[in-house]
């Protein structure tokens, strides 16, 4: 947003004493963990600041909680650093394509969501054997998807053989070279990360069918800060509704031809 | 500690996914290592100018560096280090599930930065030969490749093996990045796994990671120690 | 290199001299075709010498040369700043763990004569114990991957409430295993020395803790400066280690560049002459400065001190070498 | 020279390297101002003798008492025992990261605590009088053999000590330098300082010692004044040594 | 002993180390059956000029010929050259991973390719005449220094060369030993072996030497017969030489 100096420095807003709010409001400082490596989401790049939708929600918390936005120290946080970020106080807050799933809420509470996106696949252009999950049924073809992430163990329901079909690499570049240079046949994983890679190889990839999952990303807080939980709820609505939700997404990842639709229900559960 | 016997078979798995890529590099490093060590103390010197360029250039790059050159460099020359699909081998890496270009490159990879290693070890020992034993051969009259083959070489081999064994060590270590770098389901990767994906307790699994390569590691260099010092008293 | 080929050759006659030089014309023959076909024509063909690859490295007028070389200046700084505080560190806990060790075996050895019997008993079991204790640890923390002591550091610190910026996981990763290579270079330089000079300290009626201090510890950082200096060198090509654990250095800004700009063989290019041509650096440093330690050393008849054993200088350039 | 008074006393002494027997039940008296030399063949345990004097060998049975005390077994009295006993070694062993100067002055300073500019007075005197005293500034490693072993003797002499160990001082030396050496040793001989020689130079101990102790195997063979032992050896080895020695 | 025919022939031979001229217009004749000693200071180019005989140092000028023929200066011939020209070492140089055996008959064998049986043979004859036949099997590390360097001769005469070079052949030897080497090589200088020697050993030279050279600062400044030389050296400098070797 342009007019982020507004109603910026410490006390510039009132929280509930001893909340995390005020605590945040007051040290004028926050860290907050996302990707640096996912195009339309969160992507570090020339500029050497993160850049991307979860980039732009975050800064919306931010400005919200009225620190000023060159105040927030961007922390790397691949897929399977995040819970451990969050429960060890490395940082704040996480928003990192984070889907919101029982599990992680075992160790980790969730605001949001603030998007709904889905599992999809990405193939070579010219393959059109495969369709959609279910053209992994017959053992031949290799997917591949990022340790520790959802997507992973969706798919692997979805096979014939784990150890030979399914590859984990560490990050969803390597997937996405090795499809290119037909080490593996599909890359699968949330339909908006596919879109960036789409969006940047046109030539080289397409989608495979519609989203089979449903992922509701969220932004990932302490398991116990109910009130910072609800804070955050209470921002994204304001956002869904002033228009500054869509307008973070046009300016990022939307540029990738994906569709926002309505803004999600948040969940507080 | 339950994860240590409840998932015992991700540990073993790991050591022998470890074991045999570290057993793969060895035998790959120790065949180029000799063959740049022959062209560092050959009497031609554009020979021995690229022996040096080789030791020179990996030796000073971090092995991270040369992992992600063999990653995206190969594919970007159009290879999939393809040549790498030995009959015989291509059986082993997929039976491990790792028939994939990445465990080809990481191997690449760990081949040609311990080489450089090597051929210094090899080197070191022909240095460590006294040059009056070379001295006393020619003045026998024994031609050089007599030098070399009776006297020189029986000797430098002895003075390499410690050496040698070092590099091994450092090798064993090196191929821990392996597991960061693509290659899933070696020992590194295995902690990786087990703790970010799986929610294990970090501290029981880090024990049962750093036993697996401990038990490469220590024995060895305790062999190595043990005959370093038998050398230095026959010496 | 020199007087290594005078061992093992004769000064060439003229006959040596013209094989040789036959020789040297073929095999540079071979080298600039074996180049061409296996490195430049595949290079080639795959457009890997175009100018959108490589203007933003290379070109000062390109758009992103300014933004590229910000962002790797910042990288080798990180790398720099991670490297000199490892190795500072390292020097530190090192000596004082080879002083420890050191010390340790003499007091080991000692029977504490003069003291009550259960007092000298405890001084000794506790000696032995600190002795076992830092032997156990030299052992466990040089068989480690370091890759796996900066990972276990940085996930296991926050494990205990513990939590600093990415630097000092890595900087703490990498001092725990090159502090205890470090610790052996001396210990070995120190038992390396001639066996005379502790025995003179002795001789003179200096304590042990003297005789290190003064005599044994000053020599073995002169004889193994060059190790040192080599150590130094290992230190900097493991702060690229650093990309595991997301701390940004060089490698983890490379990364970030190529997600940008797609040119993977340049950067990386990039990256390794730079690392190269400082770390080259430093091992010409470290062999001018064993050159000047060995010509001081020749210069009359001092008994030949012992080389530092092979294994650990082998170990020490290769291992952590990452 | 000899007051008669004993400074050394060695009784019953015996020796373990492993199973090796290295001294043999050795017995020995060094009067104050005494020059004792010591020689033998190779690996008949000179060597250890001379350094089970000061403890840098221990030994396995027997007393060994210097000035009337037991030697102390470890600790500062140990320090203290070694540094009234000079030591003077074969291969010198000078500390080589230290200049000549500061190689003589270190163990005043740091043993005896002596003030840095008055040990510095006393070194430079001390190696003026062995005849190095434009070496001062200079690294051992710069000095000549014979320079060094001077220097050594320098500083074994700046601690003040009772009596004075060589341990061969001239073995490793050129030819053209070991006169120098000894010559420094006999007039120390002839001021009347104690000392222990092993060494293989005939001629410094036909004049300068007043006692030659033959060993042969770990075992005090002989010891007699020089002369008579030259001229006359009683014992078989002596005879067959000295023949090996003197032949060439 | 000598029969007057030139075997080794320097003719104004120089020899420089980078800017250091080691040998110096050196011209020297050794004739068949002839036993020439050299002797001279550290640093003087003795070892030096031993080792250019069998072009082990390539020389910048001059010419070297032995047995009337111009040395060699590679391959075939130069190794059949340096078989007939014995060297000895001061420090031994046996092959240290094979037997005395194995080091006596390596040569014979391998470049006179000999029969095995009968180059063995040989080789227990002379490691007989050596005195060390019931070594043969040892290895160098177990031997004393003077057993290895009477293996070293015996390895030397195994390739029944024409003349041997020793360059300090007892200076790394403890002092009981010296004898025995020196005989072995006494007893090869009576039976009419041509031999160069560099030693300190003055006994050596004045009894079983033709000629004694002394060289200083890589020139030739004396070529005498040793009683000539030792009586009477006509040079200061190997006056002072003398002087400061023969005092003690
Ligand atoms: N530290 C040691 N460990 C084991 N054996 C030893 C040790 N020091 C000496 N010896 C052995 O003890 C014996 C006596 O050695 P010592 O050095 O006292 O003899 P030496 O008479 O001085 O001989 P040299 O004239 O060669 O110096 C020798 O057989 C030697 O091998
Ligand atoms: N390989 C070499 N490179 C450079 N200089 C050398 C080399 N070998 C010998 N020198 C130098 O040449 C000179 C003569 O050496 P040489 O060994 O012939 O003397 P020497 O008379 O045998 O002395 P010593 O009695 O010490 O053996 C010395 O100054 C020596 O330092
Ligand atoms: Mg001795
Ligand atoms: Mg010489």
Known sequence: ???????????????AAGSTMEKLNKAQKIKIGTKFDQPGFGLKGLSGKPEGFDVEIAKIIVKELGIPEDKIEWVETPSKVREDSIVNGTVDLVAATYTINDKRKERIAF???????????????????????????????KVCSVVGSTPLEEIKKHVKDVATQVVPFDTYDKCRDALKQGQVDAVTTDNVILLGYIAKDEASFKMAGDNFTKEPYGIGVKKEDAAFRTFINDTLEKAFADGSWKKAWDNTAGKFGATLGNPPTVNRY | MNVLIDRFDVFAGGFWLTFQICLLAAIGALILGAVVAVLRISPVPPLRAVGTAYVTVFRNMPLTVVMFFAAFGLP??????????????DQVFSRLGADLPYFRFALIALVLYTAAFVCEALRSGVNAVPPGQAEAARSLGLTFGQNLRHVVLPQSWKAS????GSVIIAMIKNSALVGFFGVAGDLSQSADQLTSAEGYAFIPVAIGISIGYLIMTVPLGALLDRLEKRQAVAR | ??????????????????????????AALLVVVGGYFLIYRPLDDNGQFSMDLWGPLVDPSNENFALVWERIGVGFGNTLIAAALAIGASLVVGTLLAVLRIQLRSLTARRFTGLATPLAYLLRGLSTLLAVVTRVCVEVFRGLPVVLTIFFVARGFPEFGISFDTLWYLVIGLTVYNSVVIAEILRSGMEGLPGGQAEAAAAVGLSPLQTTRLILLPQAFRIMLPALISQLVVVLKDTSLGFIISYEETLNIGKQIIGALGNPIQTYLIIGVLFIVVNYSLSKLAQYVQHRLARGRKTAGTPAQNPPPAALTAQAEGAGGI | ?????????????????????????????????????????????KSTLCRTINRLEPIDSGTITFDGRPLPAEGKALARLRSEVGMVFQSFNLFAHKTILENVTLGPVKVRK??????????????????????????????????????????????????????????????EMVGEVLDVMTSLAREGMTMVVVTHEMGFARHAANRVIFMADGQLVEDAPPAEFFANPRSERARDFLSKILTH
């Not at chain 1, 998007?115 to 017959?138: L, W």
């Not at chain 3, 290199?1 to 073929?26: A, F, H, K, W």
Request: zero cysteines; a negative charge; glycine letters at 10%.
């Open chain 2, 161 to 164: 093996v410690v050496p040698l």
């Open chain 3, 1 to 26: 290199m020199s007087q290594q080929t005078s061992v093992l050759y004769d000064v060439p006659g003229p006959r040596q001299r013209r094989i040789t030089l036959i020789s040297s014309i073929l």
């Open chain 2, 76 to 89: 970007a020359l159009g290879s999939n280090a393809d040549f790498l699909r030995i009959p015989l081998l």
């Open chain 1, 111 to 141: 605001a949001g969501p603030y998007y709904e996106a889905g599992q999809n696949i990405m193939v070579r252009k010219d393959d059109s054997s495969i369709t959609g999950p279910d053209s992994f049924k017959d053992g031949t073809k």
């Open chain 4, 114 to 175: 002596e003030k840095p500019a008055a040990a510095r007075e006393r070194a430079l005197a001390l190696l003026d009088r062995v005849g190095i005293a434009n070496q001062a500034e200079k690294y051992p490693a710069q000095l000549s053999g014979g320079q060094q072993q001077r220097a050594a003797i320098a500083r074994a002499l700046a601690m003040q000590p009772k009596a004075l160990l060589f341990d061969e001082p001239t073995s490793a030396l050129d030819p």
């Open chain 4, 1 to 45: 020279m000899s007051t008669g008074e004993p400074l050394i006393v060695l009784e019953a002494v015996n020796k373990w390297f492993g199973p090796l027997h290295v001294l043999h039940d050795v017995s020995l008296s060094v009067g104050k101002g005494e020059v004792v030399v010591v020689i033998g063949p190779s690996g008949s345990g």
């Open chain 1, 1 to 15: 947003g342009g007019d982020s100096d507004e109603g910026t420095g410490a006390g510039s807003k009132s929280f």
